[in-house]
């Protein structure tokens, strides 16, 4: 009877004690950022509770850097892990694999990125290894053909798939000439115009340390650690030309509805995309917009998906969300239906839209959002990668630590004058960009009630 007294009195207050944590909101780890001389940025978070250390890298080599080459910054990333001066291919994945360790990497719109995650014991030799593949590539040939070749293969299958591919299409339909229309994996004809010296000459430019951040978590000496990063990164040496800003260059604004209409004969359903521009990430509304969307379509329970799946029961699914980038940004309003209910779900959507306008948010579905967003929050924040991955992000979009630690705060702040102030000033009335991926044949005369018709078939 003791026994379970006192497990009883134990449970209790690590529930008390994890209530607690909570009710005093979430605060990032310390971390220490040290630079070399060359430019890269360092961050370092010791995490002693686990023995493993995870890397997080960014290179400012993403898809925006692609100019008429697209799919280039991706087939670059992925080339990097193709064998380095002192490791073939397949020696570097032997003595990965042999440890346990991975090594990752990837492209996306602004940045390419490396992610590895290993045994703290084995810091020394994996960090020799992460310095080969970043500062020591030698693109094979022979690889990079093979890897060329899948790609265009995926390329090929993910017309199958138009959730796969839709958003390619808003955002050249969104962005238009801007850089951030670029297409991340690119088409078959511009990949298969690829060489490995287009994959040289992109490396060249673009991976530079100036612009590059590093930040490593987990169980090790920051100390210790500072001196083997020093010692392997410091003879990284910038491009000699200067690298232009391409993604600070103005964004047009739609000044008018606009539809992109992508032909597949096959399509039983219509795939829908409905926006306009959005934000910046570094926006000082960011977390207040993060609460609105949560009730307007960024949960299961949110406006968007009760009407259109709930109650109109016209499709399984439906979401928003903004996507930010450095200089730029796109709110969208996505989902799916059968072909026959295509005009009625573009309708509902719209009719969503305006309901959040005219009748705004009450301060119980306000209270609603801002603990599903609180109670979301630290879970994002928990492993060493996750925490390695928001050093790197926060480094990229220039965020210090008072966007973690006020986090909880500014979600409590938020008022519902605020809120629906929120909605008035960034979500959208009108000039809205519509793509709708499906059957052409038997959707374009529902697609011109929406605005100008532009029709593209979904192998272009």
């Excluded at 080599?61 to 670059?76: M, P, Q, R, V």
């Excluded at 490396?114 to 310095?131: Q, W």
């Excluded at 509902?348 to 009748?359: D, G, I, P, R």
Aim: aromatic share 10%.
């Amino acid at each position: 009877m003791e026994s379970i007294n006192k497990k009883y009195i134990l449970i209790c207050l690590l529930v008390f004690s994890s209530i607690n944590i909570i009710a005093q909101g979430y605060k990032l780890p310390n971390y220490t950022t040290f630079r070399l001389s060359n430019g890269l940025t360092f961050n370092l978070m010791e995490q002693h509770d686990v023995p493993i250390v995870d890397v997080s890298i960014l290179f400012p080599a993403g898809a925006i850097y692609d100019h008429e080459k697209a799919g280039l910054a991706s087939l670059t990333a992925t080339a990097l892990k193709h064998g380095t001066i002192s490791f073939s291919k397949a020696k570097l994945e032997e003595e990965l694999d042999f440890i346990g360790a991975n090594i990752d990497t990837y492209a996306n719109k602004e940045y390419a990125g490396l992610s590895s995650n290993f045994a703290a014991k084995d810091k020394e030799k994996v960090l020799l290894l992460i310095k080969e593949v970043v500062l020591n590539p030698v693109f094979d040939s022979t690889e990079f053909e093979k890897e060329k070749a899948r790609l265009l293969v995926r390329l090929e299958q993910q017309k199958e798939s138009p959730r796969s591919v839709i958003g390619f299409y808003f955002d050249g339909l969104l962005y238009g000439n801007h850089v951030y229309g670029n297409n991340i994996n690119g088409t078959k004809t511009t990949v298969g115009k690829l060489s490995v010296d287009d994959v040289k000459d992109f490396y060249k430019t673009n991976y530079r340390p100036d612009e590059s951040v590093i930040s490593i978590v987990g169980d090790f000496n920051s100390a210790e650690m500072k001196k083997t990063l020093t010692k392997l990164f410091s003879n990284w040496k910038n491009g000699t030309l200067e690298k232009e800003n391409l993604a600070s260059k103005p964004i047009a604004i739609p000044t008018e509805n606009k539809v992109l209409l992508v032909n597949k004969d096959d399509a039983k359903e219509t795939t829908m995309y409905i926006g306009a521009s959005g934000i910046n990430r570094n926006n000082p509304d960011y977390v207040a917009i993060d609460v609105v969307n949560t009730l307007f379509g960024g949960r299961f329970t949110s406006m968007l998906n009760d009407e259109l799946r709930v109650n109109s029961g016209l499709t399984y699914g439906a979401s928003s969300r903004f996507s930010a980038l450095k200089n730029g940004g796109s709110f969208i309003m996505s989902t799916f239906t059968a072909v026959n209910t295509t005009e009625a779900t573009i309708d509902k959507l719209l009719e969503v839209l305006k309901k959040l306008h005219t009748n705004g948010i009450d301060e119980q579905s306000l209270a609603s959002a801002k603990n599903y967003v609180k109670g979301q929050f630290p879970p994002r924040y928990e492993t060493a990668g996750q925490l390695a991955s928001l050093l790197s992000q926060m480094h990229w979009y220039d965020l210090d630590r008072s966007y973690i630690d006020n986090f909880e705060k500014n979600v409590d702040g938020l008022d519902l004058a605020k809120a629906n102030q929120i909605i008035e000033k960034y979500y959208p009335k009108d000039k809205l960009q519509f793509v709708l991926v499906g059957k052409a044949s038997e959707i374009k005369k529902i697609a011109k009630k929406y605005g100008p018709v532009t029709q593209v078939e979904i192998t272009e």
